[in-house]
């Protein structure tokens, strides 16, 4: 019996495996959600130093963001972050929370996005199983946990992360790893239409812009993955969450109507639901419309 087999006939070999795996995946994807806002301002600021031709002499100097340079330091001292200092949600722990030079307290976020990596991937591998099917949602999962905390922050869905993500849906299904290959290409069409056609109706009615372009973009991306059957619901669902937590800002917490709203997390929390439960949300689907 190979590895492989081993974890997938047992469980207790398969989900502490994948807790394991995927504590790490979210240690990543805590760099990820960091770096990636900054390495693309520092990549528009060049463009635009370009584009104005400034001096060379005269050009911004900063020490060059990747995601893996350079390394990881404590943002209130500049302490070198050490290996046994880095390791998913037990080091801070150990560490209690507080930088281990300068005692300085360290974000709870970072442990909390690790924890939600690994439980969204067990939940993923559960009701999926781990099948060709179920690993390849872990991607998804992924991607939609670090476009969820970027937009939060930034109000930013990255190119970088939107479009291969809408482009290995349709290579995948493809080859019918999630859905058929016709639903995916007019689930990654109607997706992006559909939002790209609301844009445009509210900015020829108001003036504004009503969404980002990146919006279009993730939901494309949905449609790739999980086809254009499951896009109704992945839209209403997003647009009532989202309804909900804006107007609950509003009266609770006097968030002005003109301050922008990220729309990009309810539209993953939505495609996450879908991917989990797309069968019965369709089967539910079908029969409100009775069909």
Sequence with gaps: MSDLQLLVNNPWFLYPGVVLFTLCIGSFLNVVILRLPKMMHQDWRGQCEEFLEVPEDQRTRE????????????????????????????????????????????????PIIEAITALFSVVTVWLL?????????????????????????????????????????????YFG???????????????????????????????????????????????????????????????????????????FRKHGREVPIPFGPYLAAAGLLCLWFGEQIQAAWMAWLGM
């Design 129 to 173: 199983g781990p099948t060709e099917a179920g690993l390849w949602a872990l991607v998804l999962v992924w991607a939609l946990i670090a476009l969820t905390m970027i937009d939060f922050d930034t109000q930013l869905l990255p190119d970088n992360i939107t479009l291969p993500l809408m482009w290995l849906g349709l290579v995948l299904n």
């Design 177 to 251: 790893v999630m859905t058929d290959f016709a639903s995916a290409f007019w689930g990654a069409v109607a997706g992006y239409l559909s939002l790209w056609s609301v844009y445009w109706l509210f900015k020829l009615v108001t003036g504004k812009e009503g969404m980002g372009h990146g919006d279009f973009k993730l939901l494309a991306a949905l449609g790739a993955w999980l086809g254009w059957q499951l896009l109704p619901a992945v839209i209403l669902l997003s647009s009532v969450v989202g309804a909900v937590v804006g107007i609950s800002l509003i009266v």
């Design 63 to 110: 020490e060059k963001i990747t995601l893996s340079s350079p390394n990881s330091t404590c943002p209130s001292c500049g302490h070198e972050i050490r290996p046994w200092e880095n390791i998913p949600v037990l080091s801070y722990l150990f560490l209690r929370g507080k930088c281990g030079s300068c005692k300085s307290g360290i974000s709870p976020r970072y």
